[in-house]
T-cell receptor, first 114, second 114 residues
Framework: AQTVTQSQPEMSVQEAETVTLSCTYD???????LFWYKQPPSRQMILVIR??????QNATENRFSVNFQKAAKSFSLKISDSQLGDAAMYFC???????????FGKGTRLHILP | DVKVTQSSRYLVKRTGEKVFLECVQDMDHENMFWYRQDPGLGLRLIYFSYDVKMKEKGDIPEGYSVSREKKERFSLILESASTNQTSMYLC?????????????FGSGTRLTVV
């Protein structure tokens, strides 16, 4: 069975600094999607970034980028120029192309220090 | 924008009550999902549905049932609420397409069973 592991339950970063959230996953599939979701205090889960496994190029969305290492089964999220609004719970997630459902990690709570 | 609406943001119910959590999406998505979210455990899949009147058990279906009579509506039913079902419940939907963009989530229902 596929699993997603986020080894950092909580992290803190100074405003305007860069922070990296770690994620590893376990799968025997070769074709899949990876996601980072953000859940702010409002509770609304928002898709931050998405990566297709067959694309070697790392996805980027403005200040958010990923480091996708397929062989190592690693998918870290880098947030540059951290802002107070980035404070949230971040979930790493996986979906096999042939499956209907997404598997989530346990989350990393990110604090932004002013 | 796709919207997924959960009927209640907060709910307090008594032990033994039958509880209905409603979820409606407005963009003709085929798949709908119910997760519960607990601190330190992340998101765990309760049930999902890929079509009207179709349902599949997730990882923790015990004590729950679901109903999908119309494509846009997916209901989670707690047959006899218990205190260990106190949790945050998240509904999500997704589109079946060649390019997959993940879930759209509702804003959650925080259920307290007393």
């Amino acid at each position: 069975a596929q699993t997603v592991t986020q080894s950092q339950p909580e992290m803190s970063v100074q405003e305007a600094e860069t922070v990296t959230l770690s994620c590893t996953y376990d799968t025997s599939e070769s074709d899949y999607y990876l996601f980072w979701y953000k859940q702010p205090p409002s509770r609304q889960m928002i898709l931050v970034i998405r990566q297709e496994a067959y694309k070697q190029q790392n996805a980027t969305e403005n200040r958010f980028s990923v480091n996708f290492q397929k062989a190592a089964k690693s998918f870290s999220l880098k947030i540059s120029d951290s802002q107070l609004g980035d404070a949230a719970m971040y979930f790493c997630a996986y979906r096999s192309r042939g499956d209907d459902k997404i598997i989530f990690g346990k989350g990393t709570r990110l604090h932004i220090l002013p | 924008d796709v919207k997924v609406t959960q009927s209640s943001r907060y709910l307090v119910k008594r032990t033994g009550e039958k509880v209905f959590l409603e979820c409606v999406q407005d963009m003709d998505h085929e798949n709908m999902f119910w997760y519960r979210q607990d601190p330190g455990l992340g998101l765990r899949l309760i049930y999902f549905s890929y079509d009207v009147k179709m349902k599949e058990k997730g990882d923790i279906p015990e004590g729950y049932s679901v109903s999908r009579e119309k494509k846009e509506r997916f209901s989670l039913i707690l047959e006899s609420a218990s205190t260990n079902q106190t949790s945050m419940y998240l509904c999500a939907s997704s589109l079946l397409a060649e390019e997959y963009y993940g879930y759209t989530f509702g804003s959650g229902t925080r259920l307290t069973v007393v």
